[in-house]
């Protein structure tokens, strides 16, 4: 299996600042990444694919980037919707995986 | 806009086998791979399998003994069992459109509200 691993696991950050998540593939995945925002009692949803092509309609503030074993999804001015859990996933092989989610909290 | 309505029944004991059925609304069901996700109370997501529509089928190695995903392309439906199930298959499990794989890469861009198992004797 390929792991994928976060980092942080959690994050505090206040509305306006500039947060970025860290996912690391034990092997290469090329570019086959994604990245999910899921917010409690509520099923994930698909922010950005292919580690940098951002889901229709998703806000602009969201990107990501990376390629081989590292991503980051950044959040270029945090808004109070966006305080969630975030969560990468490797599509590379087909025994899929995720990461173990960072958690996104107010300052 | 497609939609995706899941059900099945929601407590279980253990050694029984969970069955979720999920119908896609809306849109097309052939092109696209069709998948089973789940997450444990306060955990993470995890990856169960998919399947196409023509049965082509991939599975998580570690649930595959126990696990079977099937299609029935006449409803736009795709169910899930799961058998022998213990109280670590507790969680919300989510069905889900798998697309991108005319890309290489494989992303769940529609989802189900999810329906909450539990295992308890």
């Known amino acids: 299996d390929i792991q994928m691993t976060q980092s942080p696991s959690s994050l505090s950050a206040s509305v306006g600042d500039r947060v970025t998540i860290t996912c690391r593939a034990s092997?290469?995945?090329?570019?086959?990444l994604n990245w999910y925002q899921q917010k409690p009692g509520k099923a994930p949803k698909l922010l950005i694919y292919?580690?940098?092509s951002l889901q229709s309609g998703v806000p602009s503030r969201f990107s990501g980037s990376g390629s081989g074993t590292d991503f980051t999804l950044t959040i270029s001015s945090l808004q109070p919707e966006d305080f969630a859990t975030y969560y990468c996933?490797?599509?590379?092989?087909?025994?899929?995986?995720f990461g173990q989610g960072t958690k996104l909290e107010i300052k | 806009q497609v939609q995706l309505q899941q059900w099945g029944a929601g407590l279980l004991k253990p050694s029984e086998t969970l069955s979720l059925t999920c119908a896609v609304y809306?849109?097309?069901?052939?092109?696209?791979?069709w998948s089973w996700i789940r997450q444990p109370p306060g955990k993470g997501l995890e990856w169960i399998g998919e399947?196409?529509?023509?049965?082509?089928?991939n599975y998580n190695p570690s649930l595959k003994s126990r696990v079977t995903i099937s299609v029935d392309t006449s409803k736009n439906q795709f169910s899930l069992k799961l058998s022998s199930v213990t109280a670590a298959d507790t969680a919300v499990y989510y069905c889900?459109?798998?697309?991108?794989?005319?890309?290489?890469?494989?992303?769940?861009?529609?989802w189900g509200k999810g329906t909450t198992v539990t295992v308890s004797s």
């Open positions: 996933q490797q599509s590379y092989s087909t025994q899929v995986t």
């Open positions: 889900a459109r798998t697309d991108g794989y005319f890309l290489g890469v494989g992303y769940m861009d529609v």
């Open positions: 092997q290469s995945i090329s570019s086959y």
């Open positions: 292919a580690a940098s």
């Open positions: 809306g849109g097309s069901f052939s092109g696209y791979y």
């Open positions: 399947i196409n529509h023509s049965g082509s089928t």
